[in-house]
Nanobody, 121 residues
């Protein structure tokens, strides 16, 4: 069973909005910072936004003011609200976390399957 599952991607016009969701297990969601990455064709995967267990957020400068990351503890789900979308936002969006598994700091890097976002007229 997948531990991170993204949804909500699709085709949207420039200037439009989409809301991505990432469902996690309770154990993963409650203990780790959750991240959204994206990867466009021919480009490296880049960090878009992150949210800690305490709700502290960080954003890539290119999306700051347009994207909002949030989390719903009751649903074990992290969201990425994307507004004012441009064709440059076209990419596959991935949910990610570095899951620390013991007190010594050992971890497992977890990724969702990705949800594609296409911004085009």
């Amino acid at each position: 069973q997948a531990q991170l599952v993204e949804s909500g991607g699709g085709l949207v016009q420039p200037g439009g909005s989409l809301r991505l969701s990432c469902a996690a297990s309770r154990r993963i969601f409650s203990a780790n910072t959750m991240n959204w990455y994206r990867q466009a064709p021919g480009k490296e995967r880049e960090l878009v936004a992150a949210i800690s267990t305490g709700g502290t957020t960080n954003y890539a400068e290119v999306v700051r003011g347009r994207f909002t990351i949030s989390r719903d503890d009751a649903k074990n789900t992290v969201y990425l609200q994307m507004n004012s979308l441009t064709p440059e936002d076209t990419a596959v969006y991935y949910c990610n976390t570095r899951h620390i598994v013991n007190v010594e700091g050992a971890y497992v890097e977890l990724w969702g399957q990705g949800t594609p976002v296409t911004v085009s007229a």
